[in-house]
């Protein structure tokens, strides 16, 4: 690892780097080069008041050439001892360098030349700053030369430089071609009214340009022209920008989900850490539910960023670049009369003034297309857009080029321990990338469990998203010290990707089925970066296409955060309308896209759940891990608990998994308590239980201890996973639908009656549903199976349908209908399993002893109340 050695250089909290003075250089220098050249740099670097020997600008050049990280480089003050062309050639294939500044380092024109060259092959940079360094009518010919050829910089800044009325003229022949620079900055040369009246002249043709700063003594009207058009181009750009704002063009959003998943203390969350280039930390805590996280990638360079806001905005500013959008007169024929004409209306009330607005309306209507007669009608019924237009900056059209060259990533860490799988069903998305993070040690050991969570971990995967990639990633490569470790690994692997057929990424560089890593030194780490952004461009989901109106719609989602956690289904249809959203099936499919990319949680497997949208899926993690959570790992202050009297009450939680109504009201405190109780009852994370005459909550994945329960003179129906897969989490929902079933069948004439006959343990569970149908459910996690033990004198049919339909009920609305089993009753003679079709036939008892069935009711998109509801008779 590079380390600087004097505090003198040091980076700030915006990424920040600055070598400033000969001391600094002679200390930071090298060390800043090696990092440049391990693509580690911050990046912005500022380098300052000293001198760029030779030797320093061959090792800085050398570094530059391959590197990713530096986006932004300013130099002041520098002595470049004739090496700039040296540094400039390695401008010339740069592709993530977007800002250069040049100050008061004395180029001359020599240097003006080096950097125009650069700037005809460059494609990245869109900022380039030279001010205060004696450059010339020669170097200001030699930069107009590159603006004819170059098609990306948006911002030239001359300024305090020796240009003349040559140079202005070379620039302004240039402005004629150029149509995307928007700001040129030539204050304080030697140009005179000739020069100015040139790039005047320049602008009748111009339409790109929004911002030239110059000021010529006694030439008040010819800056008065050039301030007039080039507002005239900035207000055809608002004009431009809004209506694509308000229009159904689409564009790839570039936008996935990664999700992190392993084993409890695998390195997941060090793993994240280190792909975002943060240092190692072994005090890195374990994670609680799941930690959301978000990440731009660029050429491999990963940076955490806070949650970007105005899409619609920088979806708008991509269209623009891309030339979809030029200008009204070609947009018109794409956009419907009525939708130009309300878009024009909007813009003309933010960007003309009133005392010209019949010249307006009769000009602009016409360039629309629409009849003035009409425009004069209309005009007094539109009401302004909010501040739109005028929030729009040229800034956004910079972004939109990072925008369309990288993927913005949501990252999300999931909690490894097993009290949380049953709640990661909600947030596990079809789309998407899954990271299985293993420890590679454990694959060593050849520990049987180990396998088994590997296997886990594949076959959830596949449940979810069976057409998601799959990297895995194996930590602590340090310690696996010999190659035939290594292969040992991996041919582990192989078996169990050949077995489960998941979409795994194959590790190229390696030719391994996985990535060997280390997070404490790094090792791997630059790899798997370089594979996670491989797969991702891939995936066929990143390149969706998504409409400006959809991301208008998120903007005002995301707005809405401020004020709630989350909207009903009919606020954001009224949201939607604002948007020109006005279909029922857009609304969904919209909402399905931000609930897969991680920006919402909206479950649709029931209407009532359909009704809801979580604006804050970290505030609904947060929520639910205050309930659902290792106590071991993740424990509470008790001597809060002391205090408010509800010590007794957590300790039941985490020993019986039983929640007080006061425990929840106060983990829940200044939170929707009702809601969050009603979500996890709709998603069967939680019952309700009436014990000893008083209510309680029921959180299965709470109950700890295991119970194997005396099967003598009991009959068995097995439901049998083994040949798929049996998940974390469906047999706490079927305890969570017998207990919410029998609490609710106990319920009779507004009272509660005390429910009798029931045992709950981590394992197994006795309940009885209803009055002479008590349900014992076993789940067996070494054979993949569910058994139900049922007494002779019991209804055995009616025991056997209420579980199937219990299971196709966790199975629709929590699996993805992604489960399958195969039933099973024991034979009392030979205590063997035959299958359903033989059982039946036979009419082993007591299952098929009694003539008829119960109706199993309907599952698909029912409602939990309708469904234990048609249990009843």
């Keep these: 690892m590079v380390s600087f050695r004097q505090p003198s250089t040091s980076f700030d909290e915006e990424d920040h780097l600055t070598l400033k003075g000969i001391s600094s250089f002679s200390d930071g220098f090298d060390p800043l080069v090696e990092l440049i050249a391990m693509n580690e740099s911050p990046a912005r670097v500022t380098l300052s008041s000293s001198n760029f020997s030779g030797e320093n600008s061959y090792k800085f050049a050398s570094a530059l050439a391959g590197n990713r990280s530096l986006q932004e480089l300013y130099c002041h003050q520098l002595l470049w001892d004739g090496t700039l062309e040296l540094f400039a050639d390695t401008l010339r294939g740069s592709k993530t360098l977007l800002h250069l500044k040049i100050d008061s380092c004395n180029i001359g024109d020599a240097g003006a030349r080096y950097i125009a060259a650069a700037l005809k092959e460059n494609s990245s940079l869109v900022s380039l700053s030279l001010p205060t360094n004696n450059i010339r009518s020669k170097g200001a010919k030699d930069l107009a030369d590159a603006l004819m050829e170059n098609s990306t910089l948006r911002r030239l800044q001359l300024q305090f430089n020796k240009l003349d009325d040559i140079g202005a ?29 040139a790039l005047t002249k320049s602008l009748e043709m111009n339409k790109s340009l929004v911002e030239l700063d110059i000021w010529v003594l006694g030439e008040d009207a010819a800056l008065a022209k050039v301030k007039t058009r080039t507002e005239a181009n900035r207000q055809r750009k608002q004009q431009v920008f809004l209506q694509t704002l308000k229009s159904g063009e689409t564009a790839p959003w570039n936008r996935s989900r990664l999700m992190f998943v392993g084993q409890g203390r695998a390195g997941k969350t060090a793993t994240v850490r280190s792909l975002l ?41 991509r269209l623009m670049l891309n030339g979809e959008k030029e200008s009204p007169s070609k947009a018109k024929s794409q956009v419907p009369k009525k939708q130009a004409w309300n878009t024009f209306k909007r813009a003309l009330k933010l960007t003309k003034n009133k005392a010209n607005l019949k010249e307006d309306i009769k000009a602009t209507g016409e360039d629309f297309g629409i009849k003035t007669a009409q425009a004069s009608d209309q005009l007094a019924l539109d009401r302004a857009l909010p501040e739109v237009v005028k929030t729009y900056d040229e800034s956004y059209l910079v972004d939109a080029r990072h925008d369309a060259n990288s993927v913005a990533l949501s990252l999300w860490d999931f909690g490894g321990q097993f009290v949380f799988y049953s709640m990661h069903h909600i947030f596990l998305t079809k789309t998407g990338m899954y990271m299985l993070v293993f420890d590679q040690r454990d694959l060593l050991r050849e520990n049987e469990t180990n396998l088994q969570n590997l296997s886990f971990w594949l076959r959830s995967i596949r449940l979810h998203a069976p057409l998601a990639p799959v990297i895995l990633a194996g930590t602590f490569s340090h310690e696996i010290k010999e190659k035939l470790q290594v292969k040992t690994i991996d041919n582990l692997l192989k078996g169990f990707i050949e077995d489960f057929g998941t979409n795994v990424v194959f590790n190229q560089r390696e030719n391994l089925y996985f990535h060997a890593i280390d997070n404490k030194y790094g090792t791997g780490i630059s790899n798997l970066r370089s594979s996670v952004e491989a797969a991702t461009l891939k995936d066929v989901s990143v390149s969706q296409e998504v409409s400006v109106r959809w991301m208008g719609l998120l903007d005002q989602i995301i707005e809405k955060r401020k ?7 009919s606020q954001v249809r009224d949201i939607g309308k604002g948007e020109n959203i006005l279909t029922q099936s857009e609304l969904e499919t919209a909402l399905s896209l931000f609930h897969e990319r991680g920006f919402v949680v909206h479950l649709t497997s029931t209407n009532v759940l359909k009704q809801i949208i979580v604006l804050k899926p970290q505030w609904l993690v947060d929520c639910l891990c205050k309930v659902i959570r290792d106590k071991s790992l993740h424990s509470f202050n008790e001597e809060n608990f002391r205090k408010v009297g509800l010590l007794d009450d957590m300790k039941i939680l985490f020993a019986k998994g039983q929640a007080s109504r006061d425990l929840l009201d106060y983990l829940w405190e200044n939170e929707p308590v009702e809601f969050l109780l009603d979500l996890m009852k709709r998603t069967m994370l939680l019952s309700e239980l009436n014990l000893e005459n008083k209510l309680v909550y029921i959180v299965p994945s709470l ?24 998940p974390a989490g469906v047999f706490q929902r079927l305890i969570c639908l017998c207990v919410e079933g029998s609490h609710r069948n106990n319920y009779e004439k507004g009272t509660m009656s005390n429910q009798k006959n029931i045992a709950l343990y981590q394992n197994y569970g006795m309940i009885e549903f209803e009055k002479g149908c008590v349900i014992r459910l076993q789940e067996c996690k070494n054979t993949q199976t569910i058994i139900v033990h049922v007494k002779e004198t019991e209804n055995g049919a009616k025991c056997y349908n209420v579980v199937q339909s219990l299971l196709h009920k966790v199975n629709a609305d929590a699996m993805g209908t992604g489960l399958s089993w195969e039933v099973k009753f024991e034979t009392r003679n030979s205590a063997d399993y035959v299958s359903f079709a033989e059982s039946q036939s036979q009419r082993i008892s007591p299952w098929f002893q009694k003539e008829g069935k119960l109706d199993q009711p309907s599952v698909q998109n029912t409602n939990l109340d309708d469904f234990l509801e048609a249990f009843r008779g």
């Design 277 to 317: 280039g943060h240092p190692f930390s072994i005090k890195t805590e374990s994670t609680v539910g799941a930690h959301i996280s978000e990440s731009t990638v660029f050429s491999s360079i990963w940076k955490e960023t806070d949650l970007p806001r105005n899409f619609s905005h920088r979806l708008a500013a």
């Design 703 to 726: 109950l700890q201890s295991d119970h194997f329960p005396d099967s003598e003179n009991m009959y068995k129906c097995e439901f049998d996973f083994s040949s798929s897969f049996l």
């Design 169 to 197: 003229e070379s620039l302004a022949g240039a402005l004629k071609l150029n149509d995307s620079i928007t700001a040129l900055h030539l204050n304080n040369n030697l140009i005179t009214g000739i020069g100015l009246r």
């Design 563 to 569: 004020s709630s956690p989350y909207l009903t289904f």
